[in-house]
Structures are given as structure tokens and as C-alpha cells.
């Protein structure tokens, strides 16, 4: 037999001796790996291991019977159809909080945490209301839809919808149909068809100026009752106490607290009793205009 035979004789048999060994590694791994798993399934259907109660907690607005039900389903489903999740170590913990944060838009933030091994608390966090966002349209007395050569200042507005927002004007939840004004008001007169929840009220821009200048007119005993957005930049509030007070987003909020005061200060009788006023417009700047 030639030298090139032998060599290749040789060759083939550390081939055959490599395939033998690497199936034999693989067999050893596919043995350890089913043990294993086999153990896992052992140990994840062990009582002492499963969730027995599940605890809701922080609910107020929200359904905690829907926020049990979320969380209490999410120990049914098997890994492999064999492996149980009912437990500690293999509960999808923020697949969970996700869910409960799409359930309902009044949830703010969601926990899942295991007290102990077989209890499962669940903590929610709601938005906490603090002013008032409602839908209008403009109508006529007589009922009809107002022209545009009408002025928004003076056509009644008819209220369509009323939603809870909080402090940054994040919309929530829908509002009932309050007789008086427990909270702030902001209307606007903007026709959508889109529902606002989980949206916020106005631009971050727009909503700091305006709470801004509302915070000033405190100086001057003047507190807020609706604010009306007129257009993208006009504002109209009215106060509790006076009459309307138009105002524009595009002028510095400070500045217009200020000459707000002046103009309340000027209208002051002798004795310091303020004299009822109807409107002052301070969108002009330091020309501002008012009706008693």
C-alpha cells in the first residue's frame, strides 16, 4: 500500500474518531440539560413553591378585581407547556406591571413583588385629579353653530366632555358633570375626534406659562375659575372673584401679573375696596384695555 493510502486511511479514522466524540458530547449535554429541566418542572409544581394569595394594594378609582385578575393570570401560562410560572423565580414580573399600566389610564405606576414565596403583592399608584380638561363647542343662542365673524369671547360654549388631569395636564380619566368648579378648568374650543386620554391637556410650553401666571394673580386675590383657550396662543380666565381676564401666551406671564396688579390697584376706591370690573385685556403688552 502506497504512502497516500496509508495517510488517507488515517485520516478517515480521526474523522470517524471526532464525529464519535463531539455525539458523545452532545448526547452528555442533551442528558444534563433534560435532568435538569425535568428537576425545574419537579420543583416549579411543588406547593410550597406556588403563589397562594395575591395582595392588591393602593386602589382607589380602579377596578382591583380587573388588577387581580391581570396579575393572577399571569401564573397560568406553562414554559414549554410543562415548566409552571406559578412561582417566584419564573413570574414575569414587568410583563405584568406593563399590562397594568395599559389596563386603565388612571394607573400611574404598578409593582409586582413577592413578599414571600407564596404571596404576591401587587401595588398601585393612581393619578391624583387636579384640574378639570373640557371639550366645547361654540354655539348661538339660538342653538346654532356660531359664524366666524363672531367673537369667541362672546359665544356661549356648550361643554361636550370634562376629563380629570393632573398637575402637568396629563389626561387620565373622564370626569361626571360637576354643579360647581371643584377644580381649575381648562376648556378648549378645538374640534378633535381623537380621544384625549393618556395625552396631555396643552403644550409643556404653553400649559408652564399659563400655571405661571395663574400663580401671580394669587398676589392679587384673584383666583382662577375656568381657563379657555380662545386660540393657539389667546387665553381667557375666569376669575372667582371679578370678571374675565383675556391674556396671550406669547407675553412674559410675570410681567402680565404685574400689570394686572396696577390695573386692579388703579381701580381701587379711597378706602382700598376694589371696584367690580368685567374684563381687562392685557394681550397688548402695556396697552391694556378693561370694562367695568
Given amino acids: 500500500m502506497s504512502l497516500f493510502g496509508r495517510q488517507t486511511i488515517k485520516s478517515q479514522r480521526t474523522r470517524m474518531r471526532r464525529v464519535e ?87 400611574k405606576t404598578a409593582r409586582a413583588t413577592f413578599d414571600s414565596r407564596k404571596q404576591l403583592h401587587v401595588t398601585i399608584t393612581e393619578y391624583v385629579p387636579s384640574l378639570l380638561y373640557c371639550q366645547a363647542s361654540q354655539v348661538t ?48 374650543t378645538q374640534k378633535s375626534e381623537v380621544n384625549p386620554l393618556r ?17 401671580g394673580l394669587k398676589s392679587d386675590r384673584v383666583t382662577a375659575k375656568t381657563v379657555m383657550f380662545l386660540d393657539a396662543s389667546d387665553v381667557r380666565i375666569t376669575s372667582r372673584q371679578h370678571g374675565d381676564i383675556l391674556w396671550s401666551t406669547e407675553r412674559d406671564p410675570k410681567k402680565s401679573a404685574d400689570n394686572l396688579a ?7 376706591s379711597d378706602n382700598g375696596v376694589h371696584v367690580p370690573w368685567k374684563r381687562i385685556d392685557l394681550r397688548f403688552g402695556s396697552k391694556i384695555f378693561y370694562r367695568q
Avoid at 360654549?157 to 381649575?184: K, M, S, T, V, W
Avoid at 395625552?199 to 400663580?215: G, Q, R
Wanted: proline share 4%; glycine share 4%; net charge negative.
Fill in 141 to 188: 343662542q339660538e342653538g346654532e353653530e356660531a359664524t366666524t365673524t363672531q367673537s369667541i369671547k362672546d359665544i356661549p360654549l356648550h361643554i361636550d366632555q370634562c376629563y380629570f388631569a393632573d398637575d402637568r395636564g396629563y389626561i387620565f380619566a373622564p370626569a361626571p358633570e360637576y354643579n360647581a368648579y371643584p377644580f381649575l378648568v381648562f376648556i378648549s
Fill in 21 to 107: 466524540r463531539a455525539f458523545e458530547v452532545t448526547w452528555n449535554i442533551f442528558l444534563v440539560v433534560y435532568a435538569l429541566f425535568a428537576f425545574a418542572i419537579w420543583l416549579s409544581h411543588r406547593p410550597s413553591l406556588q403563589v397562594a394569595t395575591v395582595v392588591v394594594e393602593g386602589v382607589a378609582a380602579t377596578d382591583g378585581n380587573a388588577i387581580a385578575h391581570v396579575a393572577t393570570d399571569a401564573l397560568n401560562p406553562k414554559i414549554l407547556g410543562r415548566l409552571n410560572r406559578n412561582n417566584s423565580v419564573l413570574y414575569q414580573a414587568h410583563k405584568v406591571e406593563d399590562e397594568l399600566l395599559a389596563l386603565d389610564a388612571r394607573i
Fill in 199 to 215: 395625552t396631555f391637556a396643552f403644550t409643556k410650553a404653553s400649559y408652564d406659562k399659563v400655571t405661571t401666571f395663574l400663580d
Fill in 262 to 268: 396696577l390695573v386692579i390697584s388703579s381701580l381701587s
